[in-house]
């Protein structure tokens, strides 16, 4: 499968690289000048009314995006041009929408929290290194559905063994390796 917008990337269950071990990275965009996307399955331990010092906003985690400017906050929804400018990066995912909207938004409903993910810091990857790390099988692309994206309801460590499950064969056995195998 090639890599696109919209694509997600699954590490290979022995990936050293602890920034990535066990990681879904959704690619939000896809171009000749590199790759750019977010890690959907590291949860951290502050919330965006933490990170931002506003209690209007829900007390819901931030996700560790990738290691590249982990000082930057990032978004995405999936409620489409209510938020402008949005780029569709898949059905029912939207990236690159104005901050404040989308803070104003949760400010006045916190319950729409459910229609986002917020990220610190990103993933990215310069011209060739991505289809290098392919070609090392560091990863295997695949599809996810929106719902998994915004799911809060599952938990963030279970994201990664669901998705290589998906993948069915050889990856669905792997899918519940340790992630040490000298320790097996």
């Given at each position: 499968m090639e890599i696109a917008a919209g694509k997600i990337l699954i590490s290979d269950p022995f990936l050293q690289d602890p920034n990535f071990a066990r990681s879904i990275v959704l690619i939000t965009q896809h171009n000749e000048e590199g790759s750019f996307g977010f890690v959907?399955?590291?949860?951290?331990?502050?919330?965006?009314?933490?990170?931002?010092?506003?209690?209007?906003?829900?007390?819901?985690?931030?996700?560790?995006?990738?290691p590249v400017e982990i000082n930057t906050l990032h978004f995405l929804h999936s409620l489409g041009s209510v938020i402008e400018p949005s780029k569709e990066v898949m059905p029912g995912v939207w990236w690159g929408a104005d901050f404040d909207k989308a803070l104003e938004i949760l400010r006045k409903s916190p319950d729409m929290m459910t229609n986002f993910v917020f990220f610190m810091g990103y993933s990215g990857w310069a011209a060739g290194q991505l289809a290098d790390e392919l070609e090392e099988e560091a990863w295997i692309v695949s599809d996810i559905g929106s719902k998994m994206v915004f799911s809060h309801e599952v938990d963030a460590n279970d994201l990664w063994k669901m998705a290589m499950k998906n993948l069915g064969g050889k990856y669905a056995v792997l899918a519940d390796s340790p992630t040490d195998p000298s320790l097996n």
């Open positions: 959907l399955n590291n949860n951290i331990d502050l919330s965006i009314h933490e990170a931002l010092k506003d209690d209007k906003l829900p007390n819901y985690n931030l996700y560790q995006g990738g």
